[in-house]
């Protein structure tokens, strides 16, 4: 037997045939008008409102999440044992609408985008799931939902993000929970992972106490578990689900601007948004605030896109 029939392929990819995606493994791709008419359409949106000090840092993350699967696109079709069955479904439709346009110098006109776009794909009743980009996109797609209805906010966060304004700025990602609670359509708020030392003053967390914020700080989920944040989630709800990954533990996710130890392992945030599926519906899924320059051996980048297709796998059996 020659050398060469001895060898070993060079990722998992090669063993199951993954072609090179372009897309979130391999899901047809859509304009944002297109994927209004799915089920369920990814965006990805490098950036919303990033900090003049670090710029947007974050711009790469969609780009990275999508290549972190992308050798298991091959398998789109497979068992997957994360969902009991196929990511998604026979007969329904999930598309990937690519990346937004973004200006570093223009936070104005990138949150004007996100904001339009997750419009659209509600107007035809698609459930948006975005790929950030920095901590402050969720304000401008929470901003989509207004008139839509009442809704919770499920945030996993190493911070809580719950400051008036920084550097004179007040749509930025230390402030993204504190606007969300400002919108009157958001009638409870449930904040997941907080640990260490962060933005937050005493006063910014009294003031989240104060408008009814219920915490479960990550030493209390590594001590009681998922189950009583599930039991703050309301029976029936329209949620809508953030992920910050510096909310998970820098052994499955390294590339973060803020690591600390401590955070949420993956099956913790796998099961908690699985929970939440079983008793309300997932009315958007983002995640955010992934930086690829500092993930090891795309580790980070795979454990954000397992989330992702969990979220994608639970919307297409809620729409099925």
Not at 62 to 68: T, V
Not at 84 to 108: S, T
Not at 219 to 248: C, F, H, K, M, R
């Amino acid at each position: 037997m020659s050398n060469s029939s001895m060898r070993a392929p060079s990722s998992i990819g090669d063993i199951f045939g993954a072609p090179a995606p372009r897309t979130f493994l391999g899901l047809p791709e859509a304009t944002i008008a297109e994927g209004a008419a799915a089920a369920a359409a990814i965006i990805g949106a490098p950036a919303a409102t990033p900090y003049p000090s670090v710029g947007s840092y974050c711009a790469g993350a969609p780009a990275a999440i999508r290549a972190g699967i992308a050798n298991w696109s091959g398998a789109l079709h497979h068992m997957d044992f994360d969902l009991g069955g196929k990511m998604i479904p026979d007969g329904v439709r999930v598309v990937d609408c690519g990346d937004l346009p973004y200006a570093e110098d223009d936070a104005e006109g990138n949150r004007r985008r996100i904001t339009g776009a997750v419009r659209t794909l509600l107007d035809g009743g698609a459930v948006p799931i975005v790929l950030g980009g920095d901590d402050s996109i969720p304000i401008p797609l929470f901003q989509a939902f207004e008139s839509r209805g009442r809704y919770a906010v499920l945030q996993i966060d190493a911070h809580i993000d719950w400051r008036d304004e920084v550097q004179g700025i007040r749509l930025g990602l230390s402030s993204t929970m504190r606007r969300a609670s400002e919108m009157p359509w958001i009638e409870r708020i449930v904040q997941v992972g907080a640990r260490g030392t962060g933005s937050a003053r005493e006063t910014d967390y009294r003031d989240a106490v104060a408008a009814g914020v219920s915490f479960f700080m990550a030493n209390v989920v590594a001590s009681s578990g998922i189950d009583p944040i599930l039991e703050a989630i309301p029976q029936g709800a329209d949620v809508l689900i953030t992920v910050d990954v510096d909310g998970l533990d820098p052994s499955i996710m390294p590339g973060v601007i803020g690591p600390a130890p401590g955070g949420l392992l993956y099956w913790q945030a796998a099961s908690l948004i699985q929970g939440i599926a079983r008793k309300a519906r997932i009315a958007a899924f983002d995640i955010v605030e992934f930086v690829p320059e500092r993930d090891i051996q795309q580790t980070g980048a795979l454990t954000a896109a397992r989330l992702v297709a969990n979220a994608i796998g639970l919307i297409a059996r809620q729409k099925g």
